[in-house]
Each structure stands twice: as structure tokens, then as C-alpha cells.
């Protein structure tokens, strides 16, 4: 089992929809939590960063962690053909240690 | 420049032959990390500088694998003896030191095609 498992989808959305994304993890030491933004041939840019549990919201992101469930979700509202990338859930120990990344969801976004 | 600054973008090389992959770092940024992401992979760890050091190579496959980052700034990233499962975008990412928020800015990647 990896420590990180990420759905790689393709998912599919019209445009106007609300996306779930999620990631489970194995490192009960994670304690800080990202998802990037990945368009075709470029490299991952930060979406959010969440620290432990709790949610945190930006515009029409969502980001959710539940620690005890080792689960963390992003979810984006009224998406948009713009939001058609792949996402990759990531996370840390601390900061001096490597983020470990998801396999990342492929997101269609469709007019 | 801005940015985390890659180069080349694009190497085509034979199996067998040697490759250096560079990276120029945000000015400012002590914390540079090399990853490589395969097709329809996240990307995967190889190795972590706090400033001249590497602070973690725990991710580097085997010993054919080198990195070095001599003045804290640029870092090169050298391949010896390239096999065609090495094929891959190697990207570099910088951050402040101890940057726990982990913003890692990447750079656009270099990718790697093994004939």
C-alpha cells in the first residue's frame, strides 16, 4: 500500500458542477496537507494548505482534513472549464521533510 | 527570472549516456528538491538541499543517480549510465527554509526520453 492513494480518475464534469476530490493516507505523522493544481506540461503550482483537521476555504475551493479518518477532500464549487487539470493531493511530516504526493485526478470541466 | 527556472525542457538521449538536468532556484529560497513524475504519476521524491547540503537523498533510485547543489543556488541533477526506464519530467521545486506551510514553487520540469 502506498502512503498516499489517489483516485486518478478522469473525472468528467459540466461546467457549473460541484467536484469532490480526495485522498486517503497511511502516515498517522502527516500534519500538513496540500493540493496542487497541475495543467498539461507544467509543474504543480499550491492550490490550498490546510495544517492538521479542520477546513479552509478560498473563493470556490474547499479544502477538508479529518485526521482521524486519515482522509483529507477538496472540493470546488461552480467549477469551470479553467479548473480542467490534474490535482494532486500532497502532504508532510514537518517542514523539513519531503511532501509526499497522489497519484493526482484528472478533472474535465466540460462547456 | 521569477520563477524556478529548468534546463533543458526537453533531452533525448541514448541508453547508456550521460545527463546533467539543471535548476535555478527562486532567489532567496535555501530549500530546492528534485522529484520525477512518470506518465499518469504524482510526482516521486529523490532528493532535498537545505542550502549546500542534501538533507534528504533518501529517494534517489540507485547510484547512478547524483545531485549536487555547490553554492546554495543552482543545482544540477546528473544521471549516469541512462536506462529507458529512466524516462520521466524531473521537476525542481525551491521554498523558504523550514517553510512547514510547504509551498513548494516548481519549476516547469525537464523532460527526460531514453532511446
Known amino acids: 500500500q502506498k502512503e498516499v492513494e489517489q483516485d486518478p480518475g478522469p473525472l468528467s464534469v459540466p461546467e457549473g458542477a460541484i467536484v469532490s476530490l480526495n485522498c486517503t493516507y497511511s502516515n498517522s505523522a502527516f500534519q500538513y496537507f496540500m493540493w496542487y493544481r497541475q495543467y498539461s506540461r507544467k509543474g504543480p503550482e499550491l492550490l490550498m494548505y490546510?495544517?492538521?483537521?479542520g477546513n479552509k476555504e478560498d473563493g470556490r475551493f474547499t479544502a477538508q482534513v479529518d485526521k482521524s479518518s486519515k482522509y483529507i477532500s477538496l472540493f470546488i464549487r461552480d467549477s469551470q472549464p479553467s479548473d480542467s487539470a490534474t490535482y494532486l493531493c500532497a502532504m508532510r511530516e514537518s517542514g523539513n521533510t519531503p511532501l509526499v504526493f497522489g497519484k493526482g485526478t484528472r478533472l474535465s470541466v466540460i462547456a | 527570472g521569477a520563477g524556478v527556472s529548468q534546463t533543458p525542457s526537453n533531452k533525448v538521449t541514448e541508453k547508456g549516456k550521460y545527463v546533467e538536468l539543471r535548476c535555478d532556484p527562486i532567489s532567496g529560497h535555501t530549500a530546492l528538491y528534485w522529484y520525477r513524475q512518470s506518465l499518469g504519476q504524482g510526482p516521486e521524491f529523490l532528493i532535498y538541499?537545505?542550502?549546500?547540503?542534501?538533507?534528504?537523498d533518501s529517494g534517489l533510485p540507485n547510484d547512478r543517480f547524483f545531485a549536487v547543489r555547490p553554492e546554495g543556488s543552482v543545482s544540477t541533477l546528473k544521471i549516469q549510465r541512462t536506462e529507458r526506464g529512466d524516462s520521466a519530467v524531473y521537476l525542481c521545486?525551491?521554498?523558504?527554509?523550514?517553510?512547514?506551510?510547504?509551498?513548494?514553487?516548481f519549476g516547469e520540469g525537464s523532460r527526460l526520453t531514453v532511446l
Open positions: 490546510t495544517y492538521s483537521s
Open positions: 521545486a525551491s521554498s523558504f527554509a523550514g517553510g512547514a506551510s510547504g509551498e513548494l514553487f
Open positions: 538541499f537545505q542550502g549546500t547540503g542534501a538533507a534528504d
